[in-house]
């Protein structure tokens, strides 16, 4: 708990300059509500400021959802870019944003925030927010927003053994070569998620082999459908409020028609239904399966020098582990008791997700976001009465 200051500004707070951040920045100010934020790169884009430390993108990151369900419902991305940019196209995007709406002179650059403690009063009532910092006096607002992302501190497997060769994180992971070279390695992918299946088969086309080992299988989802985004087709069955049984449906049949089912590549169906866990986005993973270039396996069972067990009761030597495993969500600097969590995982709202640390931020977009616009419409209201009542006064 942080000392009360003389004055505490009503200047609100945001951690981090990613898109979360910025578009929270812009709002704030274009409802009059005084705003900064606080970066600790020496530039805007968090995950997609490709080279900077907190980024976790590699060379050949594009996104998995198409620029017209991924950019701000009011800054639409350039019709002239394909339907899923790269990373470099999203960096750019953050910094037009910004530039259009002016945002940059509110953004403190090189600015590492390290312990944020409520401020309170004599009573015991919160005043407002104390941010300390790395390089400067403590800084004081009426309100925080942490928008600093959740891609931090990555989440490895617990395997028994001891691996002889080099255990990698996908999130130190950059490039076929970089930070280590795949070329003629027989390299193993742990996870079964989008990043998993994209390093797969990058790998794939530069190692002598890829052994890709997940715990499930997932719906794996073409990016493009008859010519058009697969994501853009499901957003219109949403709009016609189709059931989702009928989506599934849909879903499926699309799935089969372009790249097929899994049991056309020899994979097992996944344990779930379309929908109850986020889908892998790609085009080209069961072609390399095809292909040969890419073995499933199993989920790992043990390491034995430079053996991998397998829960099957295969083994395969190989020379690289790459773990795509997803990160700890955490947030630094704060009491999580201070957070709407539960065992510190935040809860959005009640979803039909697999139980899973991956799907603890997942939500059904479009139902949430109409559930947003009746909240909001709600308060404005409750606003306007309150208003008008204290006018007849």
Known sequence: MSAEPAIIPPRWCIIGAGPSGLTTLKNLLACGIDAEILEREDNLGGNW????????????TRLISSKSLTAFTDFPMPREWPAYPDHRQCLEYLHRYADAFSLRQQIRFGTAVQAITPIQNATGHRQGWTVKVADGPPRHYAGIVLASGHNHVPRWPEVPGTFAGPLL?????????????????????????????????EASRHAAHVFHSTRRQYHVIPRMVAGRPADLRGERLLKMQAPLWLRRLIGRR???????????????????????????????????????????????EAFDGSWAWFRDGRREEVDLVIAATGYQLTFPGIDPGLLNSRDGLPRLSPIDYLDSPRHALEVEHFSYARRLRRLITGLDRRLRRAAASVSQY
Not at 49 to 60: D, M
Not at 177 to 200: E, F, H, Q, W
Request: aromatic letters at 8%; one cysteine or more; glycine letters at 10%.
């Open 169 to 201: 994180h996908a999130a130190d992971y950059k490039s076929p070569t970089v930070p280590v070279a795949l070329a003629g390695k027989r390299v193993l992918v742990i996870g079964g998620g989008n990043s998993g299946c994209d390093i797969a088969v």
């Open 49 to 60: 400021y490709f080279g900077a430390a907190t980024s976790r993108v590699f060379a050949s």
């Open 254 to 300: 699309a799935i089969a028609r372009t790249i097929g089912l899994p049991g056309k590549h020899g994979l097992p169906e996944p344990d779930h239904l379309m929908w109850q866990a986020h889908p892998v986005i790609n085009d080209q993973f069961y072609a390399q399966i095809d292909a040969g270039a890419i073995s499933p396996r199993p989920d790992i």
